[in-house]
């Protein structure tokens, strides 16, 4: 593990430049009404105060590591990987963000941990769907069916989602393996710098695939597609297959095959929140639009969208408050603003957290949107 | 009755009303129950959330139980039945987790009832027991 020293070099924060665009950008540091503190003032006192009052800074833990700051920065400092690095010398003194639903899902995702765990994850595979014991494809669906069943109060796509997915899949021809001990992908673990957590999480996971002999993973989270592709290789080296999320993969191959195919006489209006994982972290934009404008929808965006993109507000089920509270409000404001009649992501976690501020503070009035996954609305479409 | 050969602890979360009122009873009316088991005292079983019950899972708990008040009896309106769904969202948790989702139990008792919840604590046990044959 890296000194403070080292981390402060290695992401460049003392190249800041206290220009301030950062924190300009940052959606939380907007709603801090109380203590406040901005991405600018967390590396300047990083590099003029130590380590000692930067693992104080509330920040260090309400960060959403989101990369709007990141991409902004004219001296690219590499803040959430900053965030992430520091977040490791906290937890080594036993530091670690507020959690949050009374640490439901830290827990269940620490009980992964055991390598003798044979879980019962594939209820939700019925007789409609088509998988096979043995493909060059294996469909990761992550916590999909965890979550399915600890959000029941929020009426969320769940296990939904994996099902959209294999019969898409289907559509196209391929018969997906789904692992039966796949573990969570640890991303969460990952950002929160619990790596003893993330290491084992992942040699379990990368021993599962290797296993299987697939040479293609698709996945329907942003956040497992991300950390499979890119920070397993990072840490673990090479994984010897392609991990795609599968917005990818239905582009790629066409399965909307007209982007404008618009023939339904009823215009019907829509939005997409880009997931910071899909978007600014792995670059894919258009391929959902594309997909959104697929099966019949005019696509409107929100002032902010793509690279501009707003977070849903809470990241790796940690430190949910007031400010986070506020950021998913506004967001799902800008949303209905747009004149849309439904906002579609295609990160499930997204739809959790705007799901649940819409049954918070806002109006009947302010709530009127349908969340939806362009996974399910795709596999309705076909 | 003890879990054989090992010192494995069951948690029993209480409420400290109908629920703790018959756990004192069956202490004042003499009435055993296993020594594995470690009673929790909260204000109301609707505190509870599936977090804490994963937590005693993954400390190493050989089973949960969680006793409240009779139905209509809680002493703030709706707690005992906010804990069923509580219960049942952890058991489907569990479930998917591989564990005997059996191995969770939820029960509602009448104010100083203590052969019932003896009976309830019998019950638990035995259902721990046979899990454990099977495996």
């Not at chain 1, 910071?276 to 972290?281: I, K, P, Q, T």
């Not at chain 1, 499930?348 to 918070?360: D, F, M, N, R």
């Not at chain 2, 949960?64 to 709706?78: D, F, H, K, P, W």
Request: hydrophobic share 35%; charged share 25%.
């Amino acid at each position: 593990m890296s000194t403070f020293n080292e981390i402060i070099q290695s992401n460049r924060a003392w190249l800041c430049l206290d220009c301030g665009k950062c924190s300009s950008v940052c959606p939380v540091t907007l709603h801090l009404a109380e203590g406040y503190t901005s991405p600018r003032l967390l590396v300047e006192t990083a590099v003029g105060c130590g380590e000692d009052k930067t693992l104080e800074d509330p920040l260090l833990w309400s960060c959403l590591t989101c990369l709007r700051c990141t991409e902004i920065c004219p001296s690219e400092v590499q803040f959430s990987a900053f965030i992430q690095d520091v977040r490791q010398l906290a937890q080594k003194k036993n530091l670690s963000g507020d959690c949050t639903h009374s640490g439901m899902i830290q827990t269940w995702i620490r009980m992964m941990k055991d390598p003798d765990l044979k879980q019962n994850r594939l209820d939700w595979i019925d007789g409609d769907l088509k998988v096979a014991r043995e493909s060059d494809t294996i469909y990761f669906p992550g916590c999909l069916p965890y979550y399915d069943a600890a959000f029941t109060d929020l009426d969320i796509e769940g296990i939904e989602i994996a099902r959209a997915a294999v019969k898409i899949l289907n559509s196209l021809g391929i018969e997906p393996m789904v692992l039966e001990n796949e573990r969570c992908c640890g991303h969460d673990q990952y950002w929160q710098g619990d790596m003893e957590t993330f290491r084992q999480l992942a040699e379990l996971n990368i021993e599962v695939i290797s296993q299987s002999g697939a040479k293609r993973l698709v996945t329907t989270c942003p956040e497992c597609a991300y950390t499979l592709k890119h920070t397993y290789p990072e840490q673990f080296g090479e994984l010897d297959l392609e991990v795609l999320h599968l917005t990818e993969l239905m582009a790629e191959s066409r399965l909307i095959a007209d982007p404008n195919g618009n023939n339904d006489s009823e215009v019907k209006l829509a939005t997409f929140q880009d997931p910071c994982r899909l978007g600014r972290f792995m670059g894919i934009y258009q391929e959902p639009r594309d997909l959104i404008q697929g099966i019949g929808y005019d696509l409107v965006e929100m002032k902010h969208n793509k690279h501009t993109s707003i977070c849903c507000g809470t990241s790796c089920w940690s430190t949910c408050g007031q400010a986070n509270k506020s950021v998913q409000v506004e967001r799902l404001n800008e949303a209905r603003s747009t004149g849309a009649e439904m906002l579609i992501t295609s990160c499930v976690k997204c739809q959790i957290h705007l799901k649940c501020a819409q049954q918070g503070p806002m109006t009947a009035e302010e709530n009127e949107i349908t969340i939806r996954d362009l996974t399910t609305l795709i596999a309705e479409s076909i | 009755m003890n879990i054989s050969g090992k010192k494995q602890k069951v948690i029993v979360f209480t409420c400290n009303w109908q629920a703790y009122s018959s756990l004192e009873a069956a202490g004042i009316e003499g009435l055993g129950y296993s020594a594995s088991v470690i009673p929790i005292r909260l204000s109301c079983l609707g505190r509870l959330s599936p977090g804490i019950i994963l937590k005693a899972f993954e400390g190493g708990a050989a089973g949960v139980c969680l006793v409240g008040c009779a139905e209509g009896e809680c002493r703030y309106q709706n707690g005992n039945i906010e804990a069923r769904e509580v219960f049942t969202e952890t058991r489907n948790l569990l479930k998917l987790l591989g564990y005997n989702e059996n191995l969770l139990q939820y029960h509602l008792i009448n104010a100083g009832n203590g052969s019932e919840y003896v009976n309830i604590m019998d019950l638990l046990m035995k259902t721990i027991e046979e899990d454990r044959e099977k495996l």
